[in-house]
C-alpha cells in the first residue's frame, strides 16, 4: 500500500511500535478460577481496511485540493548514528491533470510541475530546470515518474492510496490504535504491517475524513530508518491552469532527465 521510497522521519515511539504488532497477546488471568475464553482480535482487522478504503476513495473525489505538509525523515549512518531532516512541502492539485509541489528547506528548494503534457522539475536557487513529455492522468505520471526516471514525487501517497486493491493482500497486520490530536484536529490512528514495512496513518475523526498523517518504518535497514509526514488537505474550488505550467526564466538552463536502467 505504501510507496515503499519513503520509509525515513521521526524515531518512532516504543508505544507506536507496540502498536504495529500483528495483534494482542493472550489474555492473562486475572484470578486462580477459570475464566471464559477470549479471542484475539484478528490480525488484519476489517475497520483498519476500511478506514483506508474510504480515505483513498474521498481524497479521489476531491476535484481540486492543496496541501501543506511537514516532512521529517532519518538519516542513518554505518556507526548506527541517525539524523533527522525536516522539509517542508506545498502541493497544488487538480485531475485529472494538474500537480505543483514545491518542496524546501535551508539547503535546497525545487519545484515540479505537471500539466498534463509535461512535467518538470526546477531548482530555482542553482537555476536549473528538467523537463519530459507526459500525457496522462497525475496519478498515471506519479508512477510513471517513479519507475522510469526513479523520481518520487514528495507525498506520492496521497495519489495513490486505494487506486489498486490488490495492494490490501500485501498487508500481513491491520489495526485501530486510538486517536490523537493534530493542531485543532481529531484524528484516528491506525497501524499496518507488510513485507519490509510498518506503517501508521492518522485520519480526521470527521465527515472529511482526510488524512493528518502518517508514518513509515523501513524494516530492511538494521536502523529501522523512518519517515513521518503532517498533513492538511484542503478542499478547493480549482486552480489556474498556469499554475501547472513551468515557463523557463531567460537564465533558466536546461539538463536531461536520464531515465533508469531499468527502464532503459
Known amino acids: ?10 524515531r518512532l515511539s516504543a508505544a507506536a511500535a507496540l502498536s504495529l504488532s500483528c495483534a494482542a497477546g493472550a489474555v492473562l488471568a486475572q484470578s486462580a478460577a477459570p475464566s471464559p475464553a477470549v479471542e484475539d482480535p484478528p490480525a488484519v482487522e476489517p475497520e483498519a481496511i476500511q478506514a483506508m478504503t474510504d480515505m483513498g476513495a474521498k481524497l479521489r473525489d476531491l476535484t481540486a485540493f492543496s496541501v501543506k505538509a511537514n516532512l521529517i525523515w532519518e538519516e542513518a549512518f554505518e556507526s548506527g548514528e541517525k539524523t533527522a531532516i525536516i522539509e517542508q512541502v506545498s502541493i497544488e492539485a487538480q485531475k485529472p491533470k494538474g500537480l505543483r509541489v514545491e518542496r524546501s528547506s535551508p539547503q535546497r528548494q525545487r519545484i515540479f510541475y505537471f500539466n498534463g503534457e509535461q512535467a518538470t522539475l526546477w531548482a530555482p536557487e542553482i537555476r536549473f530546470y528538467t523537463m519530459v513529455d507526459f500525457s496522462g492522468t497525475n496519478a498515471e505520471m506519479i508512477v510513471d515518474a517513479a519507475e522510469k526516471y526513479d523520481y518520487q514525487v514528495p507525498l506520492a501517497d496521497l495519489f495513490l492510496w486505494g487506486l489498486d486493491p490488490s495492494q490490501f493482500e500485501a498487508i500481513t497486520a491491520a489495526r485501530y490504535v486510538g486517536q490523537a490530536q493534530f493542531g485543532d484536529r481529531v484524528c484516528d490512528q491506525y497501524a499496518f504491517r507488510q513485507e519490509n514495512v510498518d506503517w501508521q496513518v492518522w485520519i480526521e475523526d470527521s465527515e472529511a475524513g482526510l488524512p493528518c498523517g502518517y508514518m513509515i518504518v523501513d524494516l530492511t535497514d538494521e536502523a529501522h530508518p523512518v519517515f513521518q509526514a503532517t498533513v492538511e488537505v484542503t478542499p478547493v474550488a480549482e486552480f489556474a491552469d498556469s499554475r501547472f505550467t513551468f ?13 533508469t536502467k531499468a527502464a532503459e
Not at 510507496?3 to 521521526?10: A, C, D, W, Y
Not at 515557463?247 to 531515465?259: G, K, L, N, Q, Y
Open 1 to 10: 500500500m505504501v510507496n515503499e521510497i519513503l520509509v525515513r522521519g521521526l
Open 247 to 259: 515557463v523557463a526564466p531567460e537564465d533558466a538552463t536546461a539538463i536531461p532527465f536520464e531515465t
